[in-house]
């Protein structure tokens, strides 16, 4: 036997390991996304939270505006659009379905809703002792609105993207079952917010990015990168955080955030660098993909290749998409802020004074950390994809790019 029947047998041989390798592994997944259902079922059973505000005896309920009755709805002196109206409407659903009733209609351009014939809306009603419906309209029924767009969003995601589309959306239905399902839960039982977003981060990791790569040397540098690349950005937000006196505490959101604090276990402190987590995951995840992804497509073009071309190789496509995706995390955080830069601008505030808002000094935080997360993951991935790589084709431990 020559030396290149003796290399073919290797890769024979090596092929069929990593085929059932790939299914012991596909099977350790399966295992663990069953776990992971039980472990959900059983945190989620017991809990029970705390009813932070008295209904009443009331109840949401859906309906459709027959009539407007009066209506008082004009513009205040401020130039806002505010008033009250006086409807006819029909519940359509729930406990009171198809009965009429008379509503108040409560409107201004923050709150409720400006009521014509055949709006649907979402009410606040109540059965009185004597039997009679009192009912408020609460504002429009968006629910339809916003149900189309998240379903031209799937439609047009599974049909660009394909087979690989369609397991992103799967990917996104169990960031989201992370994120309700376990993340809210362990926070509100007093669990670390910041521990229990790593723990979300490394499961949507995994899962998300063998959805994508399958079991290969590309799942694995990418999940390295990505963990890496977001606990880095944590360390930071958590760091700097501390050094500016900055914490959950000072978000504008914090008197009902304390409130619900002082009704359970929550650590409202540690929200904000959880969600700096949860917030620069996609970011890092997509970069650390396209370095991967290009590496292997390099090494795949030219089998030659050292580690260290493949490295430099890496670090030039992360330089090119570091500009890029530190910009998408900075403008989605400056977007966020776009209601204070307005009143810090027509104010005419001082340095010294909108330099040392609190509402500036989170965002700027959030922003940079996660940028600071998507640079220090390129290197880290290029380099962890480069070693596995070279590796993998002297070894043939892992099949390097494909499942």
Same mark, same amino acid.
């Given at each position: 036997?020559?030396?290149?029947?003796?290399?073919?047998?290797?890769?024979?041989?090596?092929?069929?390991?990593?085929?059932?390798?790939?299914?012991?592994?596909?099977?350790?997944?399966?295992?663990?996304? /069953?776990?992971?259902?039980? +472990?959900? $079922?059983?945190?989620?059973? @017991?809990? #029970?939270?705390?009813?932070?505000? =008295?209904?009443?005896?009331?109840?949401?309920?859906?309906?459709?505006?027959? #009539?407007?009755?009066?209506?008082?709805?004009?513009?205040?002196?401020?130039?806002?659009?505010?008033?009250?109206?006086?409807?006819?409407?029909?519940?359509?659903?729930?406990?009171?379905?198809?009965?009429?009733?008379?509503?108040?209609? %409560?409107?201004?351009?923050?709150?409720?809703?400006? +009521?014509? %014939?055949?709006?649907?809306?979402?009410?606040?009603?109540?059965?009185?002792?004597?039997?009679?419906?009192?009912?408020?309209?609460?504002?429009?029924?968006?629910?339809?609105?916003?149900?189309?767009?998240?379903?031209?969003?799937?439609?047009?995601? +599974?049909?660009?993207?394909?087979?690989?589309?369609?397991?992103?959306? /799967?990917?996104?239905?169990?960031?989201?079952?992370?994120?309700?399902?376990?993340?809210?839960?362990?926070?509100?039982?007093?669990?670390?917010?910041?521990?229990?977003?790593?723990? *979300?981060?490394?499961?949507?990791?995994?899962?998300?990015?063998?959805?994508?790569?399958?079991?290969? /040397?590309?799942?694995?540098?990418?999940? *390295?990168?990505?963990?890496?690349?977001?606990?880095?950005?944590?360390?930071?937000?958590?760091?700097?955080?501390?050094?500016?006196?900055?914490? &959950?505490?000072?978000?504008?959101?914090?008197?009902?955030?304390?409130?619900? @604090?002082?009704?359970?276990?929550?650590?409202?402190?540690?929200? $904000?660098?959880?969600?700096?987590?949860?917030?620069?995951?996609?970011?890092?995840?997509?970069?650390?993909?396209?370095?991967?992804?290009?590496? +292997?497509?390099?090494?795949?073009?030219? %089998?030659?290749?050292?580690?260290?071309? $493949?490295?430099?190789?890496?670090?030039?496509? @992360?330089?090119?998409?570091?500009?890029?995706?530190?910009?998408? $995390?900075?403008?989605?955080?400056?977007? &966020?802020?776009?209601?204070?830069?307005?009143?810090?601008?027509?104010?005419?505030? =001082?340095?010294? #004074?909108?330099?040392?808002?609190?509402?500036?000094?989170?965002?700027?935080?959030?922003?940079?950390?996660?940028?600071?997360?998507?640079?220090?993951?390129?290197?880290?991935?290029?380099? *962890?994809?480069?070693?596995?790589?070279?590796?993998?084709?002297?070894?043939?431990?892992?099949?390097?790019?494909?499942?």
């Amino acid at each position: 036997m020559d030396a290149k029947q003796a290399t073919a047998k290797v890769r024979a041989d090596a092929h069929k390991g990593h085929s059932k390798r790939s299914r012991i592994f596909a099977a350790a997944f399966m295992l663990m996304l /069953v776990a992971f259902a039980g +472990c959900v $079922l059983w945190l989620n059973a @017991g809990i #029970e939270r705390v009813p932070l505000r =008295p209904t009443g005896g009331s109840q949401f309920a859906k309906a459709t505006v027959d #009539e407007v009755l009066t209506s008082d709805v004009g513009l205040s002196d401020s130039g806002e659009m505010q008033g009250n109206q006086r409807v006819l409407l029909t519940i359509t659903d729930g406990q009171f379905a198809g009965n009429q009733v008379e509503a108040t209609s %409560p409107y201004s351009n923050n709150s409720g809703a400006y +009521c014509e %014939p055949g709006l649907h809306v979402v009410v606040l009603v109540n059965q009185g002792q004597d039997g009679a419906l009192v009912a408020t309209v609460y504002n429009y029924d968006r629910g339809l609105v916003l149900w189309g767009l998240i379903g031209l969003f799937l439609v047009l995601l +599974c049909a660009v993207g394909g087979k690989s589309g369609t397991l992103s959306a /799967v990917g996104l239905a169990f960031t989201f079952a992370c994120i309700f399902l376990l993340f809210l839960p362990l926070v509100y039982s007093g669990a670390s917010p910041f521990w229990s977003a790593v723990l *979300v981060v490394v499961l949507v990791t995994v899962v998300g990015m063998y959805l994508i790569g399958g079991w290969s /040397v590309k799942t694995f540098g990418s999940v *390295v990168g990505t963990i890496l690349g977001v606990l880095i950005a944590g360390g930071v937000a958590s760091l700097f955080g501390q050094l500016g006196h900055i914490s &959950g505490l000072n978000v504008s959101e914090i008197e009902t955030l304390a409130y619900v @604090g002082q009704n359970s276990k929550l650590d409202v402190a540690g929200l $904000l660098f959880a969600g700096i987590l949860i917030s620069s995951l996609g970011a890092i995840m997509d970069i650390s993909m396209s370095v991967t992804s290009h590496i +292997c497509e390099m090494a795949a073009a030219n %089998p030659r290749l050292s580690w260290r071309a $493949l490295f430099s190789s890496g670090m030039t496509v @992360g330089r090119d998409m570091m500009g890029t995706m530190s910009h998408t $995390l900075i403008l989605a955080f400056a977007g &966020g802020a776009v209601n204070a830069l307005v009143i810090i601008y027509a104010y005419a505030m =001082p340095y010294l #004074e909108y330099w040392n808002e609190y509402a500036i000094g989170i965002e700027i935080l959030r922003g940079l950390s996660g940028s600071i997360g998507i640079i220090a993951s390129v290197p880290i991935v290029s380099l *962890v994809m480069a070693l596995l790589v070279t590796r993998s084709k002297a070894t043939y431990v892992l099949p390097t790019c494909e499942s």
